[in-house]
């Protein structure tokens, strides 16, 4: 049964000082982005929150700009503005692709990247980007900032090492070089969940590829072995191999087990023989 709003109460600070201060004082508090995954739980009646910390007018977190070499993008970016924005689209494209898949263009308006970080499913779309593109997170609380490694923020089963008064600020995306690539197999080109999402960098000849995948494992994952073995020259076929000791997907609501193993090698098979017709 779907879940009410009468009983919840919204905090909607005008500054990330304040919402981080508030965050500090109230256990209870859940942030809230867009909403768009937030309001599927109140939806479906498992939303079991009734404090939010709405971040919307904070617009410090929507910049996109480069520091240095480093592509930072703001954790209230929209897909639309990653759509719009030219810095990314000439340094990270893949991330582009993947927005342009992402929903439709009412969830692409309103969905974050933070917030589908922060949300930690392993089917969300923009995970295997910055897991491939070795990102850091910028994370921020009254105690001051650190910054995460992008491939040691999951922890398990939508679980990470976020803090109950912390907030992702931004994402931070080292310069790459070489190739990006982003395929996502869901039932239908829009408003489908992926059954398994790839992105992969391929810096050329003699440089290992950098390739993670999403909806195969309990959160999204690097393929270090079958990075490696591609970069020594191993066969396909052989890479294959070893991708498939490197993913645990599992039977759910949206594609068996199987189908997923083999859609994840067809994707490790388009992503390497692109780069062969080059
Ligand atoms: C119809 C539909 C289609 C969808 N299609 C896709 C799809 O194709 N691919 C895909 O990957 N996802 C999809 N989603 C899921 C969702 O839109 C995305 O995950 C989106 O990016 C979530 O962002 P949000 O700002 O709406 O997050 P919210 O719903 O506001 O928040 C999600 C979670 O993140 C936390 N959070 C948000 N921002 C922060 C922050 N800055 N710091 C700390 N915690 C934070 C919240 O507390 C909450 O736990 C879809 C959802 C719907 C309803």
């Known amino acids: ?76 970016c929209t897909y639309t503005q990653i759509i719009d924005s030219r810095i990314v689209r000439s340094r990270l494209p893949m991330l582009v692709a993947a927005a342009g898949e992402i929903g439709g263009p009412q969830i692409q308006n309103r969905g974050t990247i933070g917030g589908n970080i922060a949300n930690a499913s392993p089917a969300g779309d923009t995970l295997p980007i910055f897991a491939a593109g070795d990102a850091t997170l910028l994370l921020k609380s009254v105690e001051g900032e650190r910054r995460v490694p992008f491939n040691e923020f999951y922890t398990g089963y939508r679980r990470t090492v976020l803090s109950k008064n912390e907030l992702i600020v931004a994402v931070e995306v080292p310069a790459i070089t070489g190739r990006q690539w982003f395929r996502k197999v869901g039932t239908r080109a829009a408003q489908a969940i992926s059954k398994v999402v790839m992105a992969g960098i391929d810096p050329g000849r003699g440089h290992a590829p950098r390739i993670a995948v999403g909806s195969v494992a309990p959160t999204v994952v690097r393929l270090p ?54």
């Open 1 to 76: 049964m779907p879940g009410s709003v009468a009983k919840r109460r919204l905090f909607s600070p005008s500054t990330l000082r304040d919402a981080l201060k508030m965050l500090d004082g109230e256990d209870r508090l859940t942030p809230m982005a867009g909403c768009t995954d937030l309001y599927v739980a109140l939806n479906f009646g498992t939303l079991t929150e009734t404090y939010f910390l709405n971040l919307w007018d904070l617009d410090d977190l929507r910049r996109i700009a480069m520091r240095g070499t480093v592509l930072s993008i703001g954790a209230l």
């Open 225 to 278: 072995s079958t990075e490696a073995a591609l970069a020594s020259g191993t066969s396909l076929a052989d890479a294959q191999q070893i991708l498939l000791d490197e993913i645990s997907p599992v039977d759910d609501v949206r594609s068996s087990a199987e189908y997923r193993r083999r859609v994840a090698a067809n994707l490790l098979a388009d992503f390497w023989r692109k780069r062969a017709r080059r």
